[in-house]
């Protein structure tokens, strides 16, 4: 049973990585690294990209369940995969605190937290009042949605390779 669920898994996993494009790139991995609000609030899940603190070159997805720990039954280790795929399937088990996360584009939205807007329209007003009056110059919307996550929630900007608190 698990080792069906886990084919699926995988199976689901490598449609989705190869179909849509996530910034895996150093300067978001050290963007994401340095968040350490966002990184805190983080509880991983299955399809989650995250990037091995031990700076193992390659980024890697949670695939399965975590493993849970005897003692205090909390999740412990969670399997990963690495990617991409063309070096063939390499799975692992890591704990959270081996892991940064990357969040996904659609995962920093949903920090924002901004639930009562069914379409969504205040939530993109906003994002793109703060972009075109800031004229922010990043090559990734995941870099742009943690830019805006950060200002929104956490009152922070990136100031070189460091978040800082907003100067006002």
Same mark, same amino acid.
């Given at each position: =049973?698990?080792?069906?669920?886990?084919?699926?898994? &995988?199976?689901?996993?490598?449609? !989705?990585?190869?179909?849509?494009?996530?910034?895996? $790139?150093?300067?978001?991995?050290?963007?994401?690294?340095?968040?350490?609000? %966002?990184?805190?609030?983080?509880?991983?899940?299955? *399809?989650?990209?995250?990037?091995? $603190?031990?700076?193992?070159?390659?980024?890697? @997805?949670?695939?399965?369940?975590?493993?849970?720990?005897?003692?205090? *039954?909390?999740?412990?280790?969670? &399997?990963?995969?690495?990617?991409?795929?063309?070096? *063939?399937?390499?799975?692992? !088990?890591?704990?959270?605190?081996?892991?940064?996360?990357?969040?996904?584009?659609?995962?920093?939205? +949903? %920090? %924002?937290?901004?639930?009562?807007?069914? !379409?969504? *329209?205040?939530?993109? $007003?906003?994002? =793109?009042?703060?972009?075109?009056?800031?004229? @922010?110059?990043?090559?990734?919307?995941?870099?742009?949605?943690? $830019?805006?996550?950060?200002?929104?929630?956490?009152?922070?900007?990136?100031? +070189?390779?460091?978040?800082? !608190?907003?100067?006002?």
């Amino acid at each position: =049973m698990v080792k069906n669920s886990l084919e699926k898994n &995988l199976t689901t996993l490598y449609h !989705y990585a190869t179909v849509c494009s996530m910034d895996t $790139s150093l300067e978001y991995i050290k963007m994401c690294e340095k968040a350490e609000e %966002i990184q805190e609030q983080w509880y991983p899940k299955c *399809g989650d990209y995250v990037r091995l $603190s031990n700076k193992d070159a390659r980024v890697t @997805i949670i695939v399965d369940s975590p493993t849970w720990n005897v003692n205090d *039954g909390r999740p412990d280790r969670f &399997l990963t995969v690495a990617f991409p795929w063309s070096y *063939g399937v390499n799975t692992d !088990y890591k704990k959270i605190h081996e892991m940064i996360w990357l969040p996904r584009q659609d995962q920093l939205q +949903g %920090i %924002i937290g901004w639930r009562n807007d069914p !379409y969504c *329209g205040a939530m993109l $007003s906003k994002f =793109m009042r703060w972009y075109n009056e800031n004229q @922010i110059a990043l090559p990734s919307m995941e870099q742009l949605w943690l $830019s805006f996550v950060m200002l929104e929630n956490h009152k922070k900007v990136l100031d +070189g390779e460091q978040w800082t !608190y907003l100067r006002k």
